[in-house]
């Protein structure tokens, strides 16, 4: 597993060097000349810990979660404060956890990212399904939320106890959705789960819309090595197959693509923290994407809110790209959205797409992985299965590293990928 990725990373990028992170790091961000920049903000607290999950999150506390907020606040200050004028930003994503749980706070936080920033294309939220209630809808649209999207999984219950979930009440979610409208309801569910057909699947993909979503994102399960979940993975023939049928049914109901999980009964319906060009992120474990850099934030709570409190920045690794990591790392995320445009790519990188990768799209063409279209290179339904496959390798190769490494130390010296 890890020499495919090694392999195909020498190769994308032209060099035997690794992706290598150290924990030196820039107290000073150049992001106020950055196109397209996009701002996602984490918020680490849950209700109850589900065994699955891969993400930086704790159980919930108020005490722990004021300390948390007053220095998530600090460090959008101190990295925002560093901009001369105030930025346009496209997106504001807040992630978590579950980030209702500081709701209260929320005008808060996005008072002082007002401070700094100005958000042209709206605001997105996570919600449990816990969470979804008239009165926290109305709480949220207040404050200018104008994107929601509910971790629902499955509705079947034997899905749901799988995954250690309880039941969601779809009857009490659809009557709140229905008061309170939002721009983007999105749901997202998991596939590839032990005896999961097709037939799970679309009744899902049916009720999500008949209960108010406009989007929905259908994740395939993965089974990171840190967590404590006991599901076993789907074989690869029977996952993509149901892959291929997924996307069969919601192309033929007419709903639009928008990555390789995502489809929208509306075309203008997005939800996707992921597919900037470049992002600045706030709160533990937050990822930030520079031109010539990403990096990341400690996962500890403790120290995070220590070093924010110190006037420092809680950033615990740090890449410097080479040229064409850069573009592998551009190409790997635009390529989420099923499609690639060369013009996209000029304006970025000031350099042409077929120069530097004219055969890697020769050999995608020849091997029926996209077709060329309007212009821009689009990925077929084989050319979809593939990248999943190989964002599963890539996935458990370096995500799956990354974060097991930053689940045990705050601040590594180094961490090579
Ligand atoms: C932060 S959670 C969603 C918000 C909320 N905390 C909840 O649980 O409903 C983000 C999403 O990641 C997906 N996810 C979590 N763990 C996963 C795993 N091991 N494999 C695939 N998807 C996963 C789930 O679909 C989940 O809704
Ligand atoms: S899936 Fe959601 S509720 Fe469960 S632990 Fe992860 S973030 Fe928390």
């Known amino acids: 597993m890890g020499i495919l990725t090694d392999l195909t990373r020498m190769w994308l990028t032209r060099s035997v060097r690794p992706f290598r992170f150290t924990g030196e790091y820039d107290q000073v961000l ?39 907020i007053n220095a998530l606040i600090q460090e959008i200050h101190l990295v925002g404060s560093q901009s001369p004028n105030k930025a346009q930003v496209t997106s504001l994503y807040i992630g978590g956890g579950s980030p209702a749980l ?30 979804v209630t008239v009165s926290l809808l109305r709480q949220l649209r207040a404050a200018g939320v104008s994107k929601i999207s509910i971790g629902i999984q499955s509705f079947r219950e034997k899905f749901q106890s799988l995954l250690g979930r309880r039941p969601v009440d779809a009857a009490a979610m659809a009557r709140a959705l229905a008061a309170v409208p939002f721009e983007t309801v999105s749901m997202d569910f998991i596939f590839a789960l032990p005896g999961q057909t097709l037939e799970d699947l679309r009744t899902d993909i049916d009720a999500a819309f008949s209960l108010g979503a406009n989007h929905v994102a259908i994740y395939p399960f993965i089974d990171f090595t840190f967590t404590r979940s006991r599901v076993p993975s789907m ?11 997924i996307t069969r049914y919601c192309q033929a109901k007419g709903y639009f693509r928008s990555s390789i999980w995502t489809f929208s009964s509306r075309e203008d319906a997005r939800y996707s923290s992921m597919t900037r060009d470049n992002f600045l992120g706030f709160g ?67 350099r042409s797409l077929k120069r530097m990768y004219g055969l890697e799209l020769w050999l995608a063409r020849r091997l029926g992985f996209v077709t060329v279209r309007e212009g821009g290179y689009e990925m077929t339904l084989k050319g979809a299965f593939f990248y999943h496959y190989y964002e599963n390798f890539y996935t458990l190769a370096y995500i799956d590293k990354m974060w097991g490494t930053l689940r045990k130390e705050a601040f590594p010296k180094e961490l090579i990928l």
């Open 235 to 245: 074989a690869k023939a029977e996952k993509r197959r149901l892959l291929d049928d």
């Open 102 to 131: 500081a709701a209260e706070r929320l005008p808060e936080i996005l008072s002082a990212i007002s401070q700094h920033f100005t958000v042209t294309q709206g605001i997105g939220i996570e919600l449990h399904p816990d969470d």
């Open 284 to 350: 533990c474990s937050a990822t930030t994407l520079l031109r010539e850099q990403f990096k990341i934030n400690t996962f500890d709570l403790e120290e995070y809110c220590r070093r924010v409190e110190s006037g420092r920045l809680p950033t615990c690794l740090t890449l410097r790209f080479t040229l064409r990591q850069r573009m592998v790392y551009y190409l790997f995320w635009t390529a989420y959205s099923t499609r690639v445009d060369p013009a996209d790519f000029q304006r970025f990188f000031g």
């Open 30 to 68: 150049p992001f106020s000349d950055c196109e397209g920049l996009g701002l996602y903000v984490h918020i680490p607290f849950c209700r109850s810990i589900c065994d699955f999950c891969p993400y930086c999150k704790v159980l919930y506390s108020k005490a722990l979660c004021d300390r948390y």
